[in-house]
Nanobody, 124 residues
Framework: QVQLVESGGGSVQDGGSLRLSCVAS????????LGWFRQAPGTEREFVAV????????YYADSVKGRFTISRDNAKNTVYLQMNSLKPEDTAAYYC?????????????????WGKGTLVNVSS
């Protein structure tokens, strides 16, 4: 089992920045693919970004490319999501996710473990 705990959500204005953190525990975290998803009210959970176990490769949804950066610190069992130039449409609950596969599908079905989420609200 893997436990994932997110933090760092909050309210910012259009154009602002936030950094989300997710601490993982329960098994060899460095072997997991870690990522972030988000879900706005009334919508399905969608992929935001993932990073491979070694941190060598990161993949992003088109909607966040150039604005969000995912990174990880295996020594701290933590994955981060730096979010810059935030827009009102980024408002959502953000969920940390972990996959056992080194090349998971970049959708909800590709993840094996989930955190409980942290809320991000961007006002115009």
């Amino acid at each position: 089992q893997v436990q994932l705990v997110e933090s760092g959500g909050g309210s910012v204005q259009d154009g602002g920045s936030l950094r989300l953190s997710c601490v993982a525990s329960g098994r060899t975290v460095s072997s997991l693919t870690l990522g972030w998803f988000r879900q706005a009210p009334g919508t399905e959970r969608e992929f935001v970004a993932v990073i491979t176990w070694g941190g060598g490769r990161a993949y992003y949804a088109d909607s966040v490319k150039g604005r969000f950066t995912i990174s990880r610190d295996n020594a701290k069992n933590t994955v981060y999501l730096q979010m810059n130039s935030l827009k009102p449409e980024d408002t959502a609950a953000y969920y940390c996710a972990a996959a056992l596969s080194i090349r998971p599908r970049l959708d909800v079905g590709g993840m094996n473990y989930w955190g409980k989420g942290t809320l991000v609200n961007v006002s115009s």
